[in-house]
């Protein structure tokens, strides 16, 4: 007779593959809720233990979403790689997804979105179409992101912003050392660059947001 916990594994077991065959990638050691909603799976890529948890709803119908490994969310992620086009002339819900690609080709309304390398998404975490976090970033819960941030950026707020970084440029370069293969590491001039553009040079503006 099979007990509770071998009936429990073989569930899960055969979830994954039937993920499998309908996502555009999903590695081994990935997770999914299962109280979670995708819309679009083909354009979804989840990447070594990356980690989506329960109730997310991520539509990807447009473009792609893609989490790279060790990134992971708290629940209520929500995810949208398109947006709605206004169309004179006709109700919103009839601009179907063949309307929008007649009507734009190019596809401006839409963007893949991409969660870089061991990020971590707050609860209920919004990304918009077009966002891509940065590797090591931490972003808040509640936050609201229509622009892309730097790696290792902390954002909070809606819409969101940089408010600082977990580590010092040279902290980063340590880190680095101890996880990623040289050719894989982010240059020293980049991270100078991001933490005086976004932090340094903004600290009044941080600290005025931060007191609201």
């Known amino acids: 007779m099979i007990s509770i916990n071998t009936l429990k594994d073989l569930l899960v077991k055969v979830r994954k593959q039937r993920l499998k065959k309908r996502m555009g990638y999903l590695a081994d050691t990935a997770y999914v809720s299962r109280r979670s909603k995708i819309v679009g799976s083909k354009n979804v890529y989840l990447h070594d233990n990356a980690v989506i948890r329960e109730n997310a709803i991520?539509?990807?119908g447009s473009a792609k979403f893609i989490m790279k490994k060790y990134s992971s969310s708290a629940s209520g992620l929500v995810v949208s790689?398109?947006?709605?086009?206004?169309?004179?002339?006709?109700?919103?819900?009839?601009?179907?997804?063949?309307?929008?690609?007649?009507l734009d080709p190019q596809n401006t309304s839409s963007g893949d979105v991409i969660v870089e390398e061991?990020?971590?998404?707050?609860?209920?975490?919004v990304l918009m179409p077009g966002v891509v976090v940065g590797r090591g970033s931490a972003v808040g819960a509640g936050s609201v992101l229509?622009?892309?941030?730097?790696?290792?950026?902390?954002?909070?707020?809606?819409?969101?912003?940089?408010v600082g970084f977990r580590f010092t440029p040279e902290q980063i370069i340590e880190h680095e050392k101890a996880?990623?293969?040289?050719e894989q590491r982010l240059p020293l001039e980049l991270l100078e660059k991001n933490y005086k553009k976004y932090f340094?040079?903004?600290?009044?503006e941080i600290m005025k947001y931060l007191q609201v």
């Open 118 to 125: 061991e990020v971590w998404l707050g609860t209920n975490v």
């Open 81 to 102: 790689t398109g947006t709605h086009l206004s169309v004179v002339g006709c109700w919103r819900r009839d601009v179907t997804e063949a309307k929008k690609r007649e």
């Open 58 to 60: 991520i539509h990807a």
């Open 146 to 162: 229509r622009r892309s941030v730097p790696p290792y950026s902390t954002v909070i707020g809606n819409p969101a912003r940089v």
């Open 179 to 182: 996880l990623y293969p040289e």
């Open 200 to 204: 340094f040079d903004r600290r009044v």
